[in-house]
Nanobody
Framework: VQLVESGGGLVQPGGSLRLSCAAS????????MSWYRQAPGKERELVAT????????NYADSVKGRFTISRDNNKNTVYLQMNSLKPEDTAVYYC???????WGQGTQVTVSS
């Protein structure tokens, strides 16, 4: 199993970023996926989840209405579109395959002026 995140970076408050997580080593389309984040000095927290076919999603209250999780099963990739970013969204964002209990290496998102 391999999960490789990309798309992080530095963005101003109110800006947008799209994170990608490319999966390999398992039949991606059969499994739900999640995004988590961990800010400095804080515990890792769940941001969003998506079912195997993409028909159902769930979000942390702190990101509802601003973030959108989606997936492309033809590309074995899950995405996190982040809009209206706030400084408190600053964290390392991780892709997670729960069935395999496997984490990606993370990608840093910094929201600052």
């Amino acid at each position: 199993v391999q999960l490789v995140e990309s798309g992080g970076g530095l963005v101003q408050p109110g800006g947008s970023l799209r994170l990608s997580c490319a999966a390999s080593g398992f039949t991606f389309r059969r499994y739900g996926m999640s995004w988590y984040r961990q800010a400095p000095g804080k515990e890792r927290e769940l941001v969003a989840t998506i079912t195997s076919a993409g028909g159902s999603t769930n979000y942390a209250d702190s990101v509802k209405g601003r973030f959108t999780i989606s997936r492309d099963n033809n590309k074995n990739t899950v995405y996190l579109q982040m809009n209206s970013l706030k400084p408190e969204d600053t964290a390392v964002y991780y892709c997670y395959a729960a069935y395999w209990d496997y984490w990606g290496q993370g990608t840093q998102v910094t929201v600052s002026s």
